[in-house]
């Protein structure tokens, strides 16, 4: 579960200094923290044997941001 939550936040990390360097909106932005975080928590509930079918909140967070 650490290893996860280390890999979360590297990516996370990565992500945002990538946008950075590349000038992105606002909007990308939030839309990688939450689709990362979506993830995050999809993982953490297989990993915990509770699995969540999060493809509807995907798709609707997609499109409410776009």
């Known amino acids: 579960m650490t290893l996860m939550l ?5 990516f996370l990390v990565i992500g ?3 946008m950075k360097r590349s000038k992105a909106a606002r ?3 939030a839309a990688l923290f ?3 975080s979506i993830g995050a ?3 953490a509930s297989i ?3 509770h699995p969540l079918d ?3 909140l995907i798709g609707w967070l997609i499109q ?3």
């Open 41 to 43: 928590v999809l993982w």
């Open 47 to 49: 990993l915990l044997e």
């Open 6 to 10: 280390i890999a979360y936040a590297a």
């Open 16 to 18: 945002l200094i990538t």
């Open 27 to 29: 909007k990308e932005k």
């Open 34 to 36: 939450t689709i990362t």
């Open 64 to 66: 409410m941001m776009f």
């Open 54 to 56: 999060l493809n509807r």
